[in-house]
């Protein structure tokens, strides 16, 4: 009998995402990120979902140099890193899985420097601006692109 392997996502989050649901709950809200994985791995039962947290750049590239090449895909919410760093950029175009870049905020209405992601060329897709509900509707986007 055949068993069908779950998929490996990994979900990525950059500096300062530690501190979910105590900073600027007006902004990324009153939950932490530690609440809402649960709730994720239970909605996808077919999903390996692993989540690792930097606020170091060389840490976050480590991290998805280590499951890049054997993962099905990465969510990435880089933090402040999306609109400074083109050494996150370089590593994602090396990465053999997709990458598809999250923000619980849409950056686009907020102070202009948000407005310019170093890494969305890089990756499959972007999305923003919904609330936590950002991460699910990213590991949404890597399943069906398996199907």
Do not use: W
């Amino acid at each position: 009998m055949l068993t069908e392997e779950k998929m490996k996502i990994l979900i990525l989050n950059g500096p300062n995402l530690n501190l979910l649901g105590t900073r600027e709950p007006g902004i990324y809200g009153s939950s932490s990120f530690d609440t809402y994985l649960p709730q994720l791995q239970k909605r996808f039962p077919n999903v390996e979902i692993s989540y690792f947290q930097s606020n170091i750049e060389g840490e976050m590239i480590n991290k998805m140099q280590e499951v890049g090449f054997t993962f099905d895909g990465i969510v990435l919410n880089a933090g402040a890193y999306t609109h400074t760093s083109v050494a996150l950029h370089d590593c994602i175009r090396s990465l053999k899985c997709p990458v598809v870049e999250v923000h619980i905020s849409n950056v686009h209405a907020r102070e202009e420097f948000r407005h310019k992601s170093m890494i969305s060329s890089a990756c499959k897709g972007v999305i923003a601006g919904f609330g936590l509900d950002s991460y699910r509707l990213a590991i949404e986007a890597l399943v069906l692109s398996e199907e």
